[in-house]
């Protein structure tokens, strides 16, 4: 129910997806532009060499191979890239101070970015929270202003704290993509198999597990008027319902992905403006209608349909408020 709820919250308020997509493009062109410049300047040698063009077609051949089903190519690719990363990172070494700028100045403006897409994130949070609550047609910049502050010192914590979770996830998916497949028999392509379905597993469960543990961070801040640090503590220790949050996240990640895939193939890549600012909006419209149900508050779904306090049904006449 609650899956269904957000996908309706999602659909209803599917104008929010167009605003995000603007603001992520206008964030992606500024930050992208910064990050281009810092690359060109720094590393334009490494880029260039014949070991990064080594490294660069043998995974670009392990790809293909994947689509193309050519085992011999995956049965030598573990071989293959740890000889051609060797050389690479070899020739790296001899470059350690330009590649050492490089590192902070891109780790800086990724960290930058996070926390100004996260602006937007927040103010679609009150965009959704008015609407749910009240009906209300608030608009997205009215949102980003009057929650700025608020979205500002949750960023604050938020983007640190998710880089190091984030961090530890990757280096978990890169040992069972790697090193889990020299732990089991060698059955070639079948072994492959297993290895990079083992890091999709892990890599969406994590992301599971951080969406469940601060599912109410946002929707507490906002709809239920508490602080920053004590809505993010509430959060992380709500242990209630966790098993069912994160069931109900794992599974709207899996749907996530297949649907952008699908959609990616269908359209050769253009749906991928919609449908990538769409998971956000209904990523976060299930954070909300579990921070509603859990408090046992009544919610709008749509126009004439409410939710809450163990009933459903329908309001005769919902509030005409036009933020």
């Known amino acids: ?149 608020s979205a500002a010192l949750y960023q604050v914590i938020y983007v640190p704290l998710g880089f190091v979770y984030d961090m530890i996830a990757a280096l978990t998916c890169w040992f069972f993509f790697f090193y889990a497949p020299s732990l089991m028999p060698s059955w070639g392509f079948v072994t492959v198999v297993i290895a990079v379905s083992l890091t999709i597993l892990a890599m969406v469960c994590f992301i599971a597990v951080k969406l469940a543990l601060i599912s109410a961070w946002i929707p507490a801040i906002i709809a239920g008027g508490v602080s920053v640090g004590k809505a993010f503590s509430s959060s992380i220790r709500r242990g209630k319902g966790f098993g069912g949050r994160f069931v109900g996240f794992a599974a709207a990640i899996y749907a996530v992905v297949v649907v952008n895939l699908v959609a990616a193939f269908c359209t050769v890549g253009s749906s991928l403006l919609i449908t990538v600012p769409a998971s956000y909006v209904f990523v976060l419209a299930m954070q909300f209608v579990n921070y509603f149900r859990d408090e046992n508050m009544r919610y709008f779904v749509t126009r004439r349909r409410i939710v809450g306090e163990e009933e459903e049904g329908f309001d005769p006449e919902p509030p005409e408020n036009n933020g």
């Open 1 to 149: 129910m609650r899956f269904r709820h957000a996908f309706t919250i999602t659909t209803d308020n599917f104008v929010e997806t167009l605003k995000l997509l603007l603001y992520r493009l206008v964030s992606v062109a500024i930050f992208g532009s910064i990050a281009y410049v810092i690359l060109k300047l720094g590393l334009s040698a490494i880029t260039h060499s014949a070991e990064a063009e080594a490294f660069k077609s043998v995974l670009g051949n392990f790809f293909n191979a994947l689509f193309t089903g050519e085992t011999d190519v995956l049965k030598a690719f573990r071989e293959t890239f740890k000889t051609t990363l060797s050389d690479l990172l070899v020739m790296i070494g001899s470059h350690s101070g330009s590649i050492v700028g490089c590192a902070v100045g891109l780790v800086a403006i990724y960290l930058l970015s996070r926390f100004v897409n996260g602006l937007a994130v927040f103010a679609l949070g009150g965009v959704l929270s008015d609407r749910m609550r009240s009906y209300a047609h608030t608009k997205f910049s009215q949102s980003f202003f009057k929650n700025i502050g």
